[in-house]
């Protein structure tokens, strides 16, 4: 089974709705993140939580939100939905000290 | 913040040539880390390799071998012997304290048979 899973993998929704991209992790990390890709671009952080109590915005938090449910869980929330956040949306965990970050599969999200 | 630069593209090989994919970044972190990671057709991201910045050694592991030059800000990377499961986007990632990573925007690695 994979360390780090994505629900949905993809998802079609409308302008204006609300929708939940979920991240789970079995590698029993404490950091996790949430990234988005555009195509024919590279990664941006959105948030990152270092422990269930800590939450913090990265490069582009605006139009979006996090929930850190329990170690092995976060969310990532899109309270309006709207074009211009149809990407490729990534979750990944590292453990403390580590360094190394290890990504989830990708969830594709497109907003009409 | 960090910046990263990898002004290549993409790159178009035959199998089994080799591939040398630059990265220049700027950070003003004194100690940081430096990654590589490949994003095949399929859309994952994969880990290949990571460095320290206190840690200038160059090694290889397997096909993959990397050039660290601090002095220079650069961090390349090679593929020997391309094969034609090496085409992929590769992202150039430092990772400042905290873990935080800044991507590159990708070189793109197409490798015919």
């Known amino acids: 089974d994979a360390d780090v899973t994505q629900t949905p993998r993809n998802r079609i929704t409308k302008t204006g709705k609300r929708i939940m991209l979920e991240c789970s992790q079995t590698k029993g990390h404490d950091r996790m993140y949430w990234y988005r890709q555009d195509p024919g671009l590279g990664l941006r952080l959105i948030y990152y939580s270092f422990d269930v109590k800590d939450i913090n915005k990265g490069e582009i938090s605006d139009g979006y939100s996090v929930s850190r449910q329990a170690q092995a869980k976060f969310s990532l929330s899109l309270e309006s939905a709207i074009p211009n956040q149809t990407a490729l949306y990534f979750c990944a965990t590292s453990g403390a000290g580590e360094e190394t970050q290890y990504f989830g599969p990708g969830t594709r999200l497109l907003v009409l | 913040a960090q910046k990263v630069t990898q002004a290549q593209t993409e790159i178009s090989v035959v199998e089994k040539e080799d591939v040398t994919l630059d990265c220049v970044y700027e950070?003003?972190?004194?100690?940081?880390?430096l990654f590589w990671y490949k994003q095949p057709p399929s859309g994952e991201l994969v880990f290949l390799i990571r460095?320290?910045?206190?840690?200038?050694q160059n090694e290889i592991s397997g096909r993959y071998s990397w050039n660290f030059q601090k002095s220079t800000s650069s961090f390349n990377f090679t593929i020997t012997a391309s094969q034609v499961v090496d085409s992929a986007v590769y992202f150039c990632?430092?990772?400042?304290?905290?873990?935080?990573?800044?991507f590159g925007g990708g070189t793109r690695v197409l490798v015919k048979p």
């Open positions: 990632a430092p990772g400042a304290a905290g873990n935080k990573l800044t």
């Open positions: 950070t003003r972190d004194t100690t940081y880390y």
């Open positions: 460095r320290n910045s206190f840690d200038e």
